[in-house]
């Protein structure tokens, strides 16, 4: 029997990494939020690796944490390690991952959800969305409740008739043991009229600690510069817990063989796209034959539990062929498998039916974000989220979108590249897909978002404040190095007489920063009145100054590009009669309904003329409706 | 949008006539002004606003001359497209026009798109609303016309050599990628010294390409041909049967040739510019006194001599003193009027290649096209393998992609990093992509994962 259970401004569809993100921005912005989950004891819950961040994952974290997102704060909470990679690869790739630990990561994140005000976190399987005359109405679940709400963010992960898959053995569930929803694919699909795909993705077993000889693996400490995700977090003190790396070797990859008809991808029980940078082990076999041995990282899955993630491992063996792969690998002779290793296949939205503000296009108030859009990994999912959440609520209340560009941030590249260019596979952020990462860098996401979160609400006055104090710092220290001259000293003698350099007096420390074989601390070495800033802001400041013609050639490549973002196409275009397109464009634009002049030329299929003539046709609407011109 | 200078080449490419060279935009009279040098070296003619001036184009780079020119600087708003518009008025001709054209671009102007011109009219209001529909049809004519243009210039060598250029930039580019997004993965890092290597072994194909946009001048204005020889031994017959219909007057009294007359033809795809001269004999006659001169000269300059001797008076002592003048590397003996001797013997052993020909009926004239096929791709390797870049945009965008590619080695010789070097290899990818339309992106992700086995 159906019955009134609540009314709410926002309701979110689960409280994963999206989810969370979703309910805490609507409710930070005065929305009366409801999170609903399938199992409250999941909330956050990390069902594959346990670590956060890596390249452009990392960044996004930073990012979605300068606009007031928890993903950051959360992670320097839980986190038992942390490492910068990449830091040898230049200033733009430099990359923060974090271990967490997970059930302390799920704790924190519920804890902060719980006591959030506006916020209410309940347990339900949502079954159907409710849309009236094309506007969102609210949610019904399975025993019956109807919640009404104003607007509804979908964050279902890999929940939507989720199906398991070990070897022959397949079920319906959800991902680590819950339960999936097996109706609101069919509401979304035939009642909304939303197209669905079907993905796929994996994870490897785990295994007990104890059964695991590490003295035939390589230990992986964390660094001993104490990091932090968030700009808000000041965690210096974090006892750390290493990884551990071994690898596979011939006996390994001959189980594999032996048993690859058993494999349900090759004997096709499995329907769905996998990514191809998360390959199972049976895939790497496969494609890379000339291998002899492929890494596997050993990964504490927290600090009060003996389960271990094994990356590298991941496999839709069944659990018998597992025992035999796993035990082939040096260091795991005689390992305890905890949890089997599975493949799970699950429905997800085909996002170029979305605004960029994450709006079904076909239905008012509506909204999904994370790994529904078809996209993977937690960093990916809460940069969604957030921005789904934050839209949701400026739409109640009659404000601005708030969508981030390509140049500005991951974030932009990841939703433009979802909505725009649709996807075939599970997405994964990577650097190479953003056209401007020298500008999208983890040092400096602060200086590029902080500022947008606080006028969102999300940044509070008092963070404010302290970021223009960072940003202050950086810009004196850089036009001070600038200006300040060298001046020899005997201190500053011995220093390039140890290095067999020679600098001419009157040459300013800028010049010398830009020099490769000078760095910012080699500078302390030189000058005896150098400024004590906080490691970050040297940083920032190096990186400012020794790349400055590179960034200046980014700058100038970005100001071309936002001047065909800037010119804006009315979303009511009737493509299909527009004179002058090609026929693939017409459908395309027709589909997608492209904002600017910028999205619509990235559209495949949308080639320079059919631009030229969309411009023509927006000058002519333009002088038609009597405004000004619309270029320069 | 529209700040940026356009230019292009506005009339339709051919001989004769002038041609003329577009710049469109606010920086148009600054270009103009970096590659025009005009009498007295000064630039008062910014000054003088839709007038005729006279002038040189040089290009900055060099110096060096390119063509004399008339030229008329528009200021705004009374032009075509109602900006600063200056035309070039170059000799007609594709060479003088393209390289017009070539330091134009190098000067800071961006190649006009089709029918960018008008467009531009348009936005900026000159042409009125009501022929907005015919604007977009100018530019969806003009863009269907050059993409087939295009498509019919890309000669199948040159994708080849392109599509093999690209796939070696994609190849390093793959490797900088993989290291840089999967940190933790297995990936051999390529040293320092191979990535160096590979580089400059890109730039080596991309010059070469552009020194082939320079041969491949050969195959645009065809082989320069003199048919040569004493008067009389059929050489406007020879020249004839090459085209195939009457041209030159043919008669058996001496000197009738004495106008230089040109004509295009095909052999087995290499285009010949034929040209018969004016017997090379001492002569008093003081109009075909020039006629000789001009014959010599032509055989100097020429691609291919082809020497033609009489079958009935054969390798008499002038024939010998004109073989003696000719480089032999480039030269053809053709025996005429073979039917007229068909026991013809002889002892010598020409150091050339020698053909027996009769042009009246025909006999000998496939051999005579094999001699010259063979002459023209083995003598000169490099015509064989040679790649036509007609198209001023693809020279244009295999420039940028060099420049790219040494600001890259550049790079790696002081330790630039990884990823900023990445930029400049992406760069110079995404320049090649102009001419064949290629994206880097997906590609780029396909090449990373199915050469590097990444995951978890």
């Known amino acids: 029997m159906e019955y009134l259970a609540g009314e709410y401004d926002v309701i979110v569809v689960g409280a994963g990494h999206a989810g969370c993100e979703a309910g805490l921005a609507a409710a930070r912005l005065g929305c009366k939020t409801l999170v609903l989950t399938v199992n409250l004891n999941n909330v956050a819950l990390m069902p594959c690796n346990p670590a956060m961040g890596g390249p452009a994952k990392g960044q996004l974290i930073r990012e979605v944490d300068a606009l007031g997102g928890e993903i950051g704060i959360n992670t320097d909470r839980s986190a038992i390690q942390m490492r910068m990679l990449n830091t040898a690869k230049g200033p733009a790739v430099h990359a923060l991952r974090a271990q967490a630990d997970k059930l302390n990561y799920q704790e924190n994140m519920k804890w902060t959800m719980e006591n959030q005000p506006d916020l209410d976190l309940k347990q339900a399987m949502v079954d159907k969305i409710a849309v009236e005359n094309g506007v969102v109405a609210g949610v019904v679940t399975d025993t019956g409740a109807i919640f009404k709400a104003r607007a509804v963010i979908l964050t279902t992960g890999t929940y939507l008739r989720g199906r398991i898959i070990i070897g022959e053995l397949a079920y319906p569930g959800g991902p680590a043991g819950n339960m999936p929803s097996q109706k609101l694919s069919d509401n979304l699909a035939n009642e909304l009229g939303i197209k669905l795909m079907r993905f796929k993705t994996g994870t490897p077993a785990r295994v007990d600690r104890r059964t695991i000889d590490f003295s035939k693996m390589l230990i992986q400490p964390g660094d001993e510069r104490p990091w932090n995700f968030s700009y808000s977090s000041d965690i210096e003190d974090r006892e750390q817990i290493p990884c551990w790396l071994t690898y596979t070797n011939n006996d390994t990859h001959s189980i594999i063989r032996e048993n690859m008809h058993r494999s349900p991808l090759y004997c096709g029980m499995i329907e769905g796209t996998g990514p191809r940078y998360c390959p199972s082990i049976e895939d790497k076999v496969v494609k890379f034959a000339e291998r002899q041995a492929h890494q596997v990282f050993i990964e504490p899955e927290g600090k009060r539990t003996n389960e271990m993630y094994v990356q590298g491992l991941s496999t839709s063996l069944p659990e018998e062929v597992q025992w035999k792969i796993y035990r082939s690998v040096s260091g795991l002779e005689n390992v305890q498998i905890v949890r089997p290793a599975y493949a799970i296949e699950y429905d997800c939205v085909d996002p170029t039916q979305l605004k960029p503000t994450l709006e079904f296009k076909s239905i008012s108030g509506l909204y999904s974000g994370g790994q529904i859009n078809g996209t993977s990994g937690y960093e990916e999912a809460a940069a969604q989220g957030l921005m789904a959440g934050i839209n949701a609520a400026r739409g109640l209340k009659g404000r601005k979108p708030v969508v981030l560009s390509r140049s500005q941030a991951f974030i932009g590249v990841l939703i433009d590249d979802l909505i725009t260019k649709g996807i075939a596979e599970p997405y994964r952020m990577l650097t190479s897909r953003a056209e401007y990462r020298l500008l999208l860098r983890h040092d400096n996401a602060d200086q590029r978002l902080t500022q947008i979160g606080y006028e969102i609400g999300l940044i509070s006055r008092q963070r404010m404040d302290r970021f223009a104090n960072k940003r202050n710092l950086i810009v004196e220290e850089t036009a001070r190095l600038n200006n300040v001259r060298f001046k020899t000293s005997p201190k500053a003698q011995g220093f390039l007489e140890d290095r067999g350099l020679v600098i001419q007096q009157g040459t300013s420390y800028g010049e010398l920063l830009r020099r490769p074989e000078f760095k910012y601390r080699d500078l302390l070495k030189l000058s005896g009145d150098m400024p004590d800033l906080p490691e970050d802001i040297r940083e920032s400041v190096e990186i400012e100054i020794k790349y400055q013609g590179y960034i200046k050639k980014q700058q100038t490549q970005v100001e071309k590009f936002d001047k065909i973002e800037s010119k804006k196409l009315p979303e009511n275009l009737e493509y299909l009669s527009m004179r002058g397109l090609s026929r693939e464009a017409a459908q395309k634009l027709d589909q997608i309904k492209p904002l600017s002049l910028g999205q619509a030329a990235r559209i495949s299929g949308v080639n320079p003329s059919d631009i030229s003539v969309l411009f023509i046709y927006l000058e002519k609407a333009n002088r038609e409706s009597g405004g000004k011109k619309t270029v320069e | ?456």
């Open chain 2, 1 to 456: 949008m529209l700040d940026d200078s356009i230019a292009a080449i506005s009339t339709s490419l051919g001989e004769g006539g002038v041609g003329i060279v577009r710049i469109s935009g606010r920086d148009a009279f600054r270009i103009a002004d970096k590659v025009i040098s005009t009498a007295g070296g000064n630039s008062n003619w910014l000054k003088e606003s839709h007038r005729m001036h006279y002038g040189r184009i040089a290009d900055p780079a060099t110096g060096k001359i390119i063509d004399e020119v008339l030229f008329s600087a528009m200021k705004a708003p009374k032009t075509y497209t109602r900006e600063d518009v200056v035309e070039i008025n170059c000799h007609g001709g594709y060479i003088p026009l393209k390289e017009t054209l070539r330091v134009v671009l190098a000067a800071g102007a961006r190649m006009a798109e089709p029918g960018e011109f008008t467009k531009r009219a348009f936005l900026n209001g000159r042409i009125d609303l009501a022929q907005a529909e015919a604007v977009i049809d100018i530019i969806r004519a003009k863009t269907e016309n050059a993409l087939k243009i295009a498509v019919s210039q890309l000669d199948g060598r040159l994708s080849e050599k392109l599509a093999f250029i690209q796939d070696k930039i994609l190849t390093m580019l793959a490797g900088m990628e993989a290291v840089i997004d999967f940190p933790e993965e297995d990936i051999q890092e390529e040293s320092n010294e191979k990535l160096t290597g590979s580089t400059g072994e890109i730039i080596g194909e991309l010059e070469a390409l552009l020194k082939l946009a320079a041969t491949g001048k050969i195959y645009r204005e065809g082989v320069k041909t003199a048919i040569i020889g004493r008067p009389n031994v059929g050489k406007s017959s020879l020249l004839n049967s090459l085209l195939g219909q009457e041209r030159a007057i043919v008669t058996s009294i001496p000197g009738t040739t004495r106008d230089i007359i040109q004509e295009t033809i095909n052999i087995k795809g290499i285009p010949l510019v034929l040209t018969d001269t004016a017997g090379l004999r001492e002569t008093e006659d003081l109009v075909e006194k020039i006629g000789v001169r001009k014959a010599r000269e032509l055989a100097r300059e020429a691609d291919l001599l082809l020497l033609v001797m009489d079958a009935q008076d054969f390798y008499t002592q002038e024939d010998k003193r004109i073989l003696r003048e000719l480089d032999f590397s480039k030269t053809i003996l053709v025996i005429n009027k073979i039917d007229l001797n068909e026991t013809l013997s002889y002892k010598e052993e020409f150091p050339i290649p020698v053909v027996k020909i009769s042009s009246l009926s025909g006999q000998g004239m496939t051999a005579l096209e094999d001699s010259i096929e063979e002459l023209i791709t083995q003598g000169k390797a490099a015509l064989s393998e040679t790649v036509i870049v007609s198209r001023a945009r693809h020279e244009d965008a295999i420039y940028r992609a060099n420049k790219h590619m040494e600001e890259l080695l550049a790079g790696f010789s002081t330790g630039v990093p990884l990823d900023l070097l990445s930029i400049d290899l992406r760069s110079a990818w995404e320049a090649l992509g102009e001419i064949n339309g290629s994206t880097v992106t997906e590609d780029l992700l396909d090449r990373i994962f199915s050469d590097f086995c990444i995951g978890k």
